[in-house]
Nanobody
């Protein structure tokens, strides 16, 4: 499966952005999926993940209440809705797909396929 992330950009603190990740190749509903981010000088960190079915999800504790993950399997597209953005949310955001995922599984590790990343910059 190939992943193409989009939707990043420059936004003021307190603003919102919606990231999209379009999948092509194999049927996207075969995979669990998620979002990760990486800031300069920091390791890549987990942001959110969602099950193959879309019925189960998890968001990093520090981001709960501001970030929401969703998936539209009919469109083979993963989304990350981000609101009340803060300067510390500035990072490159990556979408990822995980094979060998059970239908209800939500995973923070084991991802094999990655998008190219989209830059999110939050100004203060």
């Amino acid at each position: 499966v190939q992943l193409q992330a989009s939707g990043g950009g420059l936004v003021q603190a307190g603003g919102s952005l919606r990231l999209s990740c379009a999948a092509s190749g194999r049927t996207f509903s075969r995979y669990g999926s998620g979002w990760f981010r990486q800031s300069p000088g920091k390791e890549r960190e987990f942001v959110a993940a969602i099950s193959r079915s879309g019925g189960f999800w998890d968001v990093a504790d520090s981001l709960k209440g501001r970030f929401t993950i969703s998936v539209d399997n009919a469109k083979s597209t993963l989304y990350l809705q981000m609101s009340s953005l803060k300067p510390e949310d500035t990072a490159v955001y990556y979408c990822a797909a995980r094979p060998n995922s059970i239908s209800s599984g939500v995973y923070k590790t084991g991802y094999s396929y990655w998008g190219q990343g989209t830059q999110v910059t939050v100004s203060s």
